[in-house]
T-cell receptor, first 112, second 109 residues
């Protein structure tokens, strides 16, 4: 099992550009999450999904959109990147509510 | 006030020492608790779940105090390889797990 994978691993964007981050899991987990991690801020939840076709806002959803068209994939989109979105983005999945999460290796995004 | 709070440290301890971290949570409806370990520039990895009765995994012991709303992690006989950031997580009445900002541990020779 690959577990949770994320693509790309690194990306540099110019302000105003758009991009999509892909998260895939092969553990048949229902729940998937997108976090960002900034120095001194810890992990902050952007959006999450409790099943295929569902999405919900987390703590810091502004400037991001998500889609969960297939159970194994969770996409995070930035429509118009801003320097404030420079961060490390982690995807995670869990079997269900209250279960432990498994994280992908992260995407390091720089917006100039 | 953040829902889950941790002392950021760093805790600087010699090899072989015993070190303990606490983590407080504000949502009394929280039901699930975990400790994760995160190495520099890596993803968080599950260290252990935290049960009401307390649980132990080798040198690591986790405990939950519901009355005072905190969880703890005890590391005995610290190794150099234990140097990392330790994150606590509480999942409350919503679907959202809430992470603390992490406690940094540095184990030196």
């Amino acid at each position: 099992n690959a577990g949770v994978t994320q693509t790309p691993k690194f990306r540099v964007l110019k302000t105003g550009q758009s991009m999509t981050l892909l998260c895939a899991q092969d553990m048949n987990h229902e729940y998937m999450y997108w976090y960002r991690q900034d120095p001194g801020m810890g992990l902050r939840l952007i959006h999450y999904s409790v099943g295929e076709g569902t999405t919900a806002k987390g703590e810091v959803p502004d400037g991001y959109n998500v889609s969960r068209l297939k159970k194994q994939n969770f996409l995070l989109g930035l429509e118009s990147a801003a320097p404030s979105q420079t961060s490390v983005y982690f995807c995670a999945s869990s079997y269900g509510y209250g279960n432990e999460q498994y994280f992908g290796p992260g995407t390091r995004l720089t917006v100039t | 006030r953040k829902e889950v709070e941790q002392d950021p440290g760093p805790f600087n301890v010699p090899e072989g020492a015993t070190v303990a971290f606490n983590c407080t949570y504000s949502n009394s409806a929280s039901q699930s608790f975990f400790w994760y370990r995160q190495d520099c520039r890596k993803e968080p990895k599950l260290l252990m779940s935290v049960y009401s009765s307390g649980n132990e995994d080798g040198r690591f012991t986790a405990q939950l105090n519901r009355a005072s709303q905190y969880i703890s992690l005890l590391i005995r006989d610290s190794k150099l390889s234990d140097s990392a950031t330790y994150l606590c997580v509480a999942t409350g009445g919503s679907y959202i797990p809430t992470f603390g900002r992490g406690t940094s541990l540095i184990v030196h020779p």
